[in-house]
């Protein structure tokens, strides 16, 4: 027998899971950015648009979307060996925002995700992250033929707080996408910190 040696394996790391929210509005890519990282085969509750929806579905700057996410969107990403996030995205239209109380409970923290072809649809996510105090980050999902704005130009056109962090990502692409979940983990550990801090008398 070797002495001063553990005998036994190392145990396994058992991961901290963690719940983050995609929302956005209608077609600025959530579908898209949870199928780009995802560990296992997204779990995913897209419709095909139809007559019947197009009164009230918007399709003006996403003329080419054929599909809608009726109820969520499901996909997991290990960023470590010890930490395992858990990712919803939301539907995107009116009509099924009342789906959005039961997903976001337990939620860390959300991605907005802004396209820049219709910002204004990023209002009410950010409202509602806002009023229900989930921290949240917001990913500029960049579109081929869109505008590129500054990132300044696009924090004040969304009125955002100095602490909110804002970025320039592209929703295909794995490595943008985890660079804005880090940023999303981080943001909201770092608020969780900050509010758990005493008072100063």
Known sequence: ????????????VEPVTLKI????????????????????????????????GRPVDDLEGVESKSTTTVA???GRITLREDLVL?????????????LWDELAQGALGAVVLADTRRLEDSFAPIDYFERRGIPFTVGVNRFE??????EETVRAALDLD???????CDARERESV??????VVEHALARSAGEREPAAP
């Not at 858990?86 to 009342?98: I, M, N």
């Not at 033929?145 to 500054?150: L, Q, R, S, T, V």
């Open 21 to 52: 929210l995609v929302a956005g509005g209608f077609g600025a890519g959530k579908t898209t950015l949870v199928g780009a990282v995802s560990e296992i085969r997204p779990l995913r509750t897209e419709e095909a648009l139809s007559e019947a």
């Open 178 to 183: 985890k660079s804005v979940l880090v940023a």
């Open 72 to 74: 969520m969107d499901f």
């Open 162 to 168: 100095p602490e909110v962090p804002l970025l320039m």
């Open 145 to 150: 033929g869109a505008d590129d704005y500054p």
């Open 86 to 98: 858990y990712l919803f995205g939301t539907p995107g239209q009116d009509r099924f925002w009342f």
């Open 1 to 12: 027998m070797v002495f001063g040696r553990s005998s036994r394996r190392d145990a396994p």
